[in-house]
């Protein structure tokens, strides 16, 4: 199963489920609300390999 880190909003990772859908895989989104700057909480940090948003 793929992990997909998601903001709602944002068009990549909408094109990401949509490729994923289209793809026939199994994945699962954990929502990431970019405002309240969960991305750079230490939750988030320790389940990604890399900091940086793309």
Do not use: C, F, K
């Amino acid at each position: 199963m793929i992990t997909l880190y998601d903001r709602w909003r944002a068009s990549a990772t909408y094109r990401a489920r949509t490729a994923l859908d289209l793809a026939g895989q199994d994945w699962a989104t954990v929502p990431v609300n970019l405002p309240r700057a969960e991305h750079e909480g230490d939750a988030h940090l320790a389940a990604i390999r890399r900091a940086p948003l793309p």
